[in-house]
């Protein structure tokens, strides 16, 4: 979800939930998506919550949405997702141009610049998917090169170095021309390259990479003025900026907070201006329609809540699938939404979300309908579970209540001890996710990165795949995923990646739990306030009153 998500593991479930939907005046219903006055001022400045990045700001090393807000407000990318459809626009892309769905010429648009004055040339673009998709370079987005042309060419095991350190697909043409030619037939490239794996990195980057990770020269909007770790992430508005997407504030401040309540009640006082997340004691009785009154919304969006249970080399204990659907079928969805929630969720029936582009209903089956008797049977079958079940959370978001809550449906259902764990934060929460540390189940959740079905499956559940925390391997699974990204028609595409996403509740490597719905709120000097398709308030879009 960055996805929600860039990446796109998120940080929040309850408001931004990590993981995206209608005009109107901050009501708070599920149509609402912006404040009602879009006129506003130029100039000035806010305060918004924000997280601690996971990573550098590096575009191919951002895949969580901590960082991923800020890499959003500082790049621009070939394509632009709209607003409020997350429909493809071109940005820096004049044309993108493909007869076979193989071979795809892109030609930039001329004068388009950087933060640092110089322009953004094909090589740019060139030089930063390499550099992104080379095995040495540990980048957590590489993944999102591999369908180019001699991907495979930049990858090694540790300690060892790969064949080349270019692939072979990428091209430059002229200082505004290059093509991309992929190993397979890939239908949906176009629609991929907004996402911000695929921003370009000026000449400047190769000289020292460390220092553009605190401090990145994009071809976005913003800069980053100063980042302050544990603190604060200052952004100022780009004097370069070439693009259409013009931000009003003269400067947007990220400030840092480790307990999503804490900067709630900020917004309330006023003193912070926009938080991306309601905590759930705010939700219930639909409390914060009262304490922020004409200054919330509420809106849909490309995400799913999910639980993952830790891979054979972290827990041995969790990795029997009759064990696993056992778990799920013990979790009461409506009841958690209800109590948790305020009824802000929609039960998930499988792992892609309902608003893109290739969503089906019911991929996974009963596994994912809340039956006590038939839990009890499939745990039975599995030869029953002993010992302590974890359902591990980040402290620093509104996770407490809901994993409380389903792990005592868990309880209640299979009589298994199952304690919902905390974790300091986000960053060290993925930290042990990442170094296979984490036991028992963990929360996770996917913000989408474009508006497609695919998105939901290969970087999440392909062997190998950067997002693929519980490590799930499937033979027949990465197969139909090539399948699908090879077929030229867009609706023969989307039934294979469905038969792909059926495979997945045979070994459940992850409980789908609820679509969610990001909930924002703001402070009674700014306007303009919108939830953009990805889940995330429109920060660029922004104004002061």
Not at 230 to 242: A, D, G, W
Not at 377 to 404: C, I, M, P, R, V
Request: charged share 25%.
């Amino acid at each position: 979800m960055r996805a929600t998500t860039r990446l796109t593991l998120t940080a929040t479930i309850s408001a931004s939930a990590m993981l995206l939907a209608a005009c109107g005046g901050g009501s708070g219903s599920s149509g609402s998506s912006a404040s009602g006055d879009s006129a506003g001022k130029e100039g000035g400045s806010i305060s918004v919550r924000g997280c601690n990045p996971e990573n550098p700001l590096i575009p191919g090393a951002t895949t969580e949405t901590c960082g991923g807000d800020v890499i959003d407000a500082v790049t621009a990318r070939l394509v632009h997702y709209n607003v409020d459809t997350a429909k493809p626009e071109n940005d820096i892309a004049e044309s993108i141009e493909t007869q076979d769905n193989q071979t795809f010429t892109i030609k930039l648009k001329k004068g388009y610049k950087f933060s640092d004055g110089t322009e953004v040339k094909a090589k740019n673009f060139v030089d930063a998917w390499n550099y992104t998709a080379l095995s040495t370079n540990a980048q957590g987005a590489s993944y999102f090169m591999e369908p180019i042309e001699g991907f495979a060419d930049l990858q090694a095991e540790e300690g060892q170095q790969p064949k080349a350190k270019t692939m072979s697909g990428l091209k430059v043409v002229d200082d505004h021309t290059f093509t991309i030619k992929t190993t397979d037939k890939v239908s949906n490239l176009p629609e991929r390259l907004g996402y911000s794996a695929f921003a370009p990195l000026p000449d400047s980057f190769t000289k020292d990479p460390k220092a553009f990770g605190d401090k990145p020269v994009g071809a976005g909007p913003y800069v980053v003025e100063s980042w302050t770790k544990n603190q604060s992430i200052v952004l100022k508005k780009n004097p370069s900026y070439s693009g259409s997407n013009k931000g009003s504030l003269d400067q947007i401040t990220f400030k840092i907070y480790q307990d999503s309540s804490a900067a709630y009640n900020d917004v309330m006082a006023g003193n912070l201006d926009v938080t991306d997340e309601v905590p759930s004691s705010a939700i219930t009785a639909d409390k914060y329609k009262t304490d922020l009154p004409d200054r919330n919304a509420q809106k849909e969006y490309g995400g799913i809540s999910t639980v993952t249970f830790a891979s054979a080399k972290a827990d041995p204990a969790v990795q029997n699938p009759k064990v696993r659907q056992a778990i799920s079928m013990a979790i009461d969805r409506e009841a958690v939404i209800k109590s948790q929630f305020n009824g802000t969720r929609t039960p998930a029936t499988g792992w892609v979300a309902t608003t893109v582009n290739g969503y089906k209903a019911g991929a996974c089956g009963e596994f994912c309908t809340y039956d006590a008797a038939k839990a009890k049977a499939k745990l039975q079958e599995a030869g029953g579970f002993t010992g302590k079940l974890t359902l591990s959370y980040n402290a620093d978001a509104s996770h407490k209540d809901w994993t409380e809550a389903t792990c005592q449906s868990i309880k209640e259902a299979l009589a298994i001890d199952c304690v919902a764990t905390p974790v300091v934060d986000f960053k060290t929460f993925r930290t042990q996710v990442k170094k296979r540390e984490m036991k028992g189940m963990f929360r996770t959740g996917w913000q989408m990165d474009y508006p497609s079905i695919e998105n939901f499956l290969t970087p999440i559940f392909a062997t190998g795949a950067s997002s693929n925390d519980g490590d799930y391997s499937n033979k027949a699974f990465d197969a139909k995923l090539k399948e699908a990204a090879a077929a030229t028609d867009s609706a023969k595409a989307n039934e294979l990646y469905q038969e792909a996403e059926g495979m997945l509740k045979e070994q459940m490597p992850s409980i789908p739990l609820w679509y969610p719905k990001a909930t924002i709120g703001w402070s009674p000097k700014v306007t303009n306030v919108k939830i953009s398709a990805f889940g995330k308030p429109d920060y660029v879009g922004i104004k002061l009153k």
